[in-house]
């Protein structure tokens, strides 16, 4: 037997295991690797894909580079390459170690993060498109923050 169910994010998932509001599916021969994808009853609509909103020919974050050190009182440059620009209703937003930068604006490509403490980021951006509700990551990066040694001659107070 074959349970199927859907997430909160509306994700389908198959296990052989049940699950609270799956649905029994049969299979020929019982088992996961020979389980076909159930088929709409009723005459079938022609498969169109959804047009996106938000395809972009370059999307990612271009600074600060993946794995980049920063030392000491370092300002970290931020941008973003984006390649067609955004369009009307579109927003960019931003998030560093999973909480959102607001300083920048909604449409900010490029822009400075002040001075931070000693340790590991991660930064996203994300663009959404209001009307449809789309929206599309860039991959993270994450870049690294040292903060120089009291000890080391060269530390300047």
Avoid: C
Avoid at 136 to 144: E, I, K, N, P
Wanted: charged letters at 20%.
């Amino acid at each position: 037997m074959v349970y199927k169910w859907t997430d909160a994010d509306g994700v389908v998932h198959y296990s052989d295991q049940a699950v609270p509001g799956a649905e029994k599916i049969v299979t020929s021969s019982g088992t996961l690797n020979s389980m076909a994808a159930p088929r709409p009853s009723g005459p079938s609509a022609p498969n169109k894909a959804t047009p996106s909103h938000l395809r972009y020919n370059l999307f990612s974050i271009e600074s600060p580079a993946k794995e980049q050190v920063f030392y000491g009182d370092e300002v970290v440059p931020v941008r973003l390459g984006l390649d067609p620009d955004l369009k009307p209703k579109q927003e960019i937003s931003w998030t560093l170690n999973g909480s959102p930068l607001t300083e920048q604006g909604p449409n900010a490509v490029t822009f400075a993060l002040p001075t931070l403490a000693r340790g590991t980021y991660v930064i996203t951006a994300t663009v959404t498109d209001s009307i449809t509700g789309e929206s599309q990551s860039a991959d993270s990066v994450t870049f690294y923050v040292r903060q120089p040694s009291e000890l080391d001659p060269l530390h300047k107070r």
